[in-house]
T-cell receptor, first 118, second 112 residues
Framework: EPEVTQTPSHQVTQMGQEVILRCVPI?????FYWYRQILGQKVEFLVS????????KSEIFDDQFSVERPDGSNFTLKIRSTKLEDSAMYFC????????????????FGPGTRLTVL | EDQVTQSPEALRLQEGESSSLNCSYT??????LFWYRQDPGKGPEFLFT???AGEEKEKERLKATLTKKESFLHITAPKPEDSATYLC?????????????FGKGTHLIIQP
């Protein structure tokens, strides 16, 4: 069964450093998303991406964040200068397999990258 | 502002003891109500999508229902392996690229 994969599973960084979180969405999916979940809190939407551009972003997704689809398979989230409050689990998700077999609207999540900012 | 509220926050049941989890939403122009299961340290696992009031979907011991203001996840004769956090999420616009608004989840523990 196809699945979303994310690397690394755990990233430790110093405050002020740049980090790049990587995701490989489900093949043939068209929409890609990043969410975060601070420990003990709810899952929060960050950004959606379609047709090589940002479709929607939340208030959390400020100028420190950027997303990119550098090739046909990877989808990345970059945090330019990490802060202590960026420590969270970051989930990538994808949806809309127009090849059929999977409903258009369901978002399928990866296992997450735990980001720890020291 | 779109909101999704889940109750109870935590629920402890005996194996075989059926119950229901609640998700109430205030979303303008609902375009899908989603249920996910999340195990500790893992990503949300998709369970159901509901689109219109009166709709029901089932999967093994789980059944999800939807009204105009809330959704229920009914768990029938649960087993210990059903222990997890169950998340409800709503999508408020049309189109595939819109983010989901999640509730805080219900932490379900099934005791053998």
């Amino acid at each position: 069964e196809p699945e979303v994969t994310q690397t690394p599973s755990h990233q430790v960084t110093q405050m002020g450093q740049e980090v790049i979180l990587r995701c490989v969405p489900i093949s043939n999916h068209l929409y890609f998303y990043w969410y975060r979940q601070i420990l003990g809190q709810k899952v929060e939407f960050l950004v959606s991406f379609y047709n090589n551009e940002i479709s929607e972003k939340s208030e959390i997704f400020d100028d420190q964040f950027s997303v990119e689809r550098p090739d046909g398979s990877n989808f990345t989230l970059k945090i330019r200068s990490t802060k202590l409050e960026d420590s969270a689990m970051y989930f990538c998700a994808s949806s809309a397999n127009l090849a059929g077999g999977i409903s258009y609207n369901e978002q399928f999540f990866g296992p997450g990258t735990r980001l720890t900012v020291l | 502002e779109d909101q999704v509220t889940q109750s109870p926050e935590a629920l402890r049941l005996q194996e075989g003891e059926s119950s229901s989890l609640n998700c109430s939403y205030t979303v303008s122009g609902l375009r899908g109500l989603f249920w996910y299961r999340q195990d500790p340290g893992k990503g949300p696992e998709f369970l159901f999508t509901l689109y219109s009031a009166g709709e029901e979907k089932e999967k093994e011991r789980l059944k999800a229902t939807l009204t105009k203001k809330e959704s229920f996840l009914h768990i029938t004769a649960p087993k210990p392996e059903d222990s997890a956090t169950y998340l409800c999420a709503a999508r408020h616009k049309g189109g595939g690229a819109d983010g989901l608004t999640f509730g805080k989840g219900t932490h379900l523990i099934i005791q053998p």
